[in-house]
């Protein structure tokens, strides 16, 4: 069973244009979630778990294999204070600072900005737990992300991000960490489609249940080291085809053509929890943040995460 979490740094954006309902931790207003590339997570997970229903679009909220973590028995062991240090740990960081990731206008762009939708980067302050944030795709609430992900002690769940913080899970060419990380699947023009409602489309449940990504979402989780160079280039071929096959077939069909565009997805398989802020070194602080923090050496890391290249820059165009 393949878990994505979705926390505070994951949206790209909200739309303060088309509001979602209010939601338990909205404590002012409730803009609607933008993800970066919904149709890989709907279509490259069994399950998405929101550490709030506020990060998530309204039209995916009721959807059976969608969870909500402040609002279920399973929230992780984590208090204000423990929070609040791993904010602070980012925010000292000395490198790699945020201009170097995308713009938040090309992350936009990547996330398919649309007419209709009135999108800003943050949303308005949510009380979470116990603890009150903004959300914001930044690397202080991805190291947040990152502490509340691993206490959650679930080798099954990846948290994911977008393409303006990539810049902060990729591995420095000439770091230590770039030895932990023992494979980068690459999956290429993942097909998107977004409304001011979100973006969600029933004819996701047809293409959730293709063989290949079915397949696709087992192998991942069972990956424990290097896979070989063939066996991943069959499974991208595969993968890849058969969301080629459901744009063609179905997505183009049913869904609104001027609602489309594509994303890059990355999963990275093994061993590589060395990669959060590798050229910050805050890894063994995030760890050591909590009193009773788990042990990295016994946490099974993947990351998952969003991009698209600047050469090939994913693209809408909106009807007015």
């Known amino acids: 069973m393949r878990k994505a979490f979705i926390g505070l740094s994951t949206p790209i954006g909200f739309d303060y244009q088309n509001h979602a309902t209010q939601a338990k931790a909205d404590t002012y207003s409730s803009p609607n979630p933008v993800l970066d590339s919904?149709?890989?997570?709907?279509?490259?997970?069994?399950?998405?778990?929101?550490?709030?229903?506020?990060?998530?679009?309204?039209?995916?909220?009721?959807?059976?294999?969608?969870?909500?973590?402040?609002?279920?028995?399973?929230?992780?062991?984590?208090?204000?204070?423990?929070?609040?240090?791993?904010?602070?740990?980012?925010?000292?960081?000395?490198?790699?600072?945020?201009?170097?990731?995308?713009?938040?206008?090309?992350?936009?762009?990547?996330?398919?900005?649309?007419?209709?939708?009135?999108?800003?980067?943050?949303?308005?302050?949510?009380?979470?737990?116990?603890?009150?944030?903004?959300?914001?795709?930044?690397?202080?609430?991805?190291?947040?992300?990152?502490?509340?992900?691993?206490?959650?002690?679930?080798?099954?769940?990846?948290?994911?991000?977008?393409?303006?913080?990539?810049?902060?899970?990729?591995?420095?060419?000439?770091?230590?960490?770039?030895?932990?990380?023992?494979?980068?699947?690459?999956?290429?023009?993942?097909?998107?489609?977004?409304?001011?409602?979100?973006?969600?489309?029933?004819?996701?449940?047809?293409?959730?249940?293709?063989?290949?990504l079915a397949e696709f979402r087992k192998w991942v989780t069972q990956q424990q080291g290097m896979a070989s160079p063939n066996e991943v280039k069959e499974v991208k071929a595969e993968v890849e085809n058969a969301l080629q096959d459901a744009q063609e077939k179905l997505f183009l069909k049913h869904c609104d053509q001027s609602r489309h565009y594509r994303s890059v997805g990355k999963a990275m398989l093994g061993d590589a929890i060395g990669i959060l802020f590798p050229a910050t070194g805050t890894v063994t602080a995030l760890i050591e943040a909590g009193a009773d923090a788990v042990n990295p050496q016994a946490m099974r890391w993947q990351g998952f995460l969003v991009g698209a290249r600047r050469n090939t820059r994913a693209s809408l165009v909106s009807k007015a």
Request: contains cysteine; negative net charge; aromatic residues 10%.
């Open 38 to 212: 919904p149709f890989g997570l709907l279509l490259l997970f069994d399950e998405l778990v929101f550490l709030s229903r506020s990060l998530c679009p309204e039209n995916m909220r009721a959807l059976p294999y969608v969870s909500f973590l402040d609002e279920g028995s399973i929230f992780p062991k984590v208090t204000e204070e423990e929070v609040n240090e791993v904010w602070k740990t980012a925010w000292n960081a000395p490198d790699k600072p945020i201009e170097q990731g995308l713009s938040f206008q090309e992350s936009l762009e990547n996330a398919g900005a649309i007419n209709g939708m009135g999108i800003d980067n943050h949303s308005h302050g949510l009380s979470i737990g116990p603890f009150q944030r903004q959300a914001n795709a930044d690397p202080y609430n991805l190291a947040i992300d990152a502490y509340i992900c691993k206490r959650l002690n679930d080798p099954s769940i990846e948290l994911v991000t977008n393409s303006r913080l990539e810049p902060f899970l990729e591995p420095d060419s000439n770091t230590a960490s770039q030895s932990l990380l023992t494979q980068l699947l690459v999956l290429e023009n993942i097909p998107n489609y977004l409304t001011p409602q979100g973006p969600y489309h029933p004819v996701i449940e047809e293409v959730r249940a293709n063989r290949y």
